[in-house]
């Protein structure tokens, strides 16, 4: 299953996504991730592993030690580095670099081919 995690109307998009790629996202809307950071935790708790471009559920997911895969430019922030595959900050984060400027058709490559290997572990 997936989980929306970003914050403001992304209805339209969440939509457009799911009639592309048949892939439901699920969207709690009682959670406000920039009203009430202690459910915005509580739903991150929740999940098995989350999956984001660095934004405040990738630093919340860290701080919780909850599996999560970062998207990242490939000029990154300056907490990021670079030339790395973890997080100095958070060790259960994994990063995933663009190899080239607005590369994220690589980056999404890397994902799937990451996600693949787990699930084939897990079932």
Same mark, same amino acid.
Request: with cysteine; aromatic share 12%.
């Given at each position: 299953?997936?989980?929306?995690?970003?914050?403001?109307?992304?209805?339209?998009?969440?939509?457009?996504?799911?009639?592309?790629?048949?892939?439901?996202?699920?969207?709690?809307?009682?959670?406000?991730?920039?009203?009430?950071?202690?459910?915005?935790?509580?739903? +991150? #708790?929740? &999940?098995?592993?989350?999956?984001? =471009?660095?934004?405040?559920?990738?630093?919340?997911?860290?701080?919780?030690? !909850?599996?999560?895969?970062?998207? +990242? #430019?490939? &000029?990154?922030?300056?907490?990021? =580095?670079?030339?790395?595959?973890?997080?100095?900050?958070?060790?259960?984060? !994994?990063?995933?670099?663009?190899?080239?400027?607005?590369?994220?058709?690589?980056?999404?490559?890397?994902?799937?081919?990451?996600?693949?290997?787990?699930?084939?572990?897990?079932?």
């Amino acid at each position: 299953m997936c989980f929306n995690l970003q914050y403001g109307d992304v209805k339209q998009e969440i939509d457009g996504f799911t009639a592309e790629t048949n892939v439901r996202i699920y969207d709690d809307e009682t959670v406000d991730s920039l009203q009430n950071l202690d459910d915005f935790a509580a739903q +991150i #708790s929740s &999940l098995d592993l989350i999956i984001s =471009t660095s934004n405040t559920a990738v630093h919340v997911a860290g701080a919780l030690g !909850k599996p999560v895969w970062n998207l +990242i #430019s490939y &000029l990154p922030d300056w907490r990021w =580095t670079v030339g790395r595959q973890n997080s100095l900050w958070y060790p259960t984060m !994994k990063l995933f670099r663009q190899r080239q400027v607005s590369d994220w058709n690589g980056v999404f490559q890397q994902v799937a081919h990451s996600l693949k290997e787990l699930l084939t572990h897990e079932i």
